[in-house]
Antibody, heavy 120, light 110 residues
Framework: QLQLQESGPGLVKPSETLSLTCTVS??????????WGWIRQSPGEGLEWIGS???????YYNPSLKSRVTLSVDTSMNQFSLKLSSITAADTAVYYC????????????WGRGTLVTVSS | QSALTQPASVSGSPGQSITISCTGT?????????VSWYQQHPGKAPKLMIY???KRPSGVSNRFSGSKSGNTASLTISGLQAEDEADYYC??????????FGIGTKVTVL
C-alpha cells in the first residue's frame, strides 16, 4: 500500500516561496501507475485542489493558483515537490500530498499533511 | 471553480441513518459520474469512503453508500456508530484533471 509523507518548513515569510516535498513509499513514481497531487486545507476552511503531476512531468494546475504554482518530480528519489510563490497569510494551511491511480480520476491515498504558517 | 455546497452539520443517534448532500453546478456533478466522499477525523488525513458516485473502496463498511441526482450527490450512513463522528467532504472531478471540494459537513453522533 502506498504511503505518502510531506516534508518542508512549517513557517514561511510573506512574499517568499513555499517549498514542500512528498516522499512516496510502497510504490514507484516512475511506474506510471499514478498521478501525484497536492491539496491544501486552510484553518477552518474546506479543501482546495492545488495541482497534479505525472512521472513524465505533465502537470495540471488549479486555475486560481496556476500563476504561482510549480510542481516537479524526482524519480531517482521517489519524490515530488510543490513550490508556491509570492505567498501571503491566505496561504496558511495544512498541505497534503495525494495519489490518483491512472485508471481512475479518484484521489485515493493522502499523506498525513503538514501545516505551513505564513508569518513574518 | 466554486466549491460544492454541503450542510455545515448533520447529527443522528446511534443506529439511525443520516444523509449528507453535496450540490454543485451543472458543469460539475451532473456532468461527470466522478463524485467522491472523504471522511476526516481530527488531525488525520482524509480517507476515501465512496468514489465514482456510489462505489466503495475495499475495507469500507457497507453502511456507507452514495448516490447522485442531477446536480446533487448524497452520502448516506446507515446504522450510525460513534466512530462515524467526523468531517465528511465531497469532491467532484472537473475538466482539465482538476477537482473541486465541498466545504465539509460535521457529523455528530448524539
Amino acid at each position: 500500500q502506498l504511503q505518502l509523507q510531506e516534508s518542508g518548513p512549517g513557517l514561511v515569510k510573506p512574499s517568499e516561496t513555499l517549498s514542500l516535498t512528498c516522499t512516496v513509499s510502497g510504490g514507484s513514481i516512475s511506474s506510471g501507475s499514478y498521478y501525484w497531487g497536492w491539496i491544501r486545507q486552510s484553518p477552518g476552511e474546506g479543501l482546495e485542489w492545488i495541482g497534479s503531476i505525472y512521472y513524465s512531468g505533465s502537470t495540471y494546475y488549479n486555475p486560481s493558483l496556476k500563476s504561482r504554482v510549480t510542481l516537479s518530480v524526482d524519480t531517482s528519489m521517489n519524490q515530488f515537490s510543490l513550490k508556491l510563490s509570492s505567498i501571503t497569510a491566505a496561504d496558511t494551511a495544512v498541505y497534503y500530498c495525494a495519489s490518483r491511480p491512472m485508471a481512475t480520476v479518484t484521489v485515493d491515498f493522502w499523506g498525513r499533511g503538514t501545516l505551513v504558517t505564513v508569518s513574518s | 471553480q466554486s466549491a460544492l455546497t454541503q450542510p455545515a452539520s448533520v447529527s443522528g443517534s446511534p443506529g439511525q441513518s443520516i444523509t449528507i448532500s453535496c450540490t454543485g453546478t451543472s458543469s460539475v456533478i451532473s456532468a461527470y459520474n466522478y463524485v467522491s466522499w472523504y471522511q476526516q477525523h481530527p488531525g488525520k488525513a482524509p480517507k476515501l469512503m465512496i468514489y465514482d458516485v456510489s462505489k466503495r473502496p475495499s475495507g469500507v463498511s457497507n453502511r456507507f453508500s452514495g448516490s447522485k441526482s442531477g446536480n446533487t450527490a448524497s452520502l448516506t450512513i446507515s446504522g450510525l456508530q460513534a466512530e462515524d463522528e467526523a468531517d465528511y467532504y465531497c469532491s467532484s472531478y472537473t475538466s482539465t484533471a482538476n477537482y473541486v471540494f465541498g466545504i465539509g459537513t460535521k457529523v455528530t453522533v448524539l
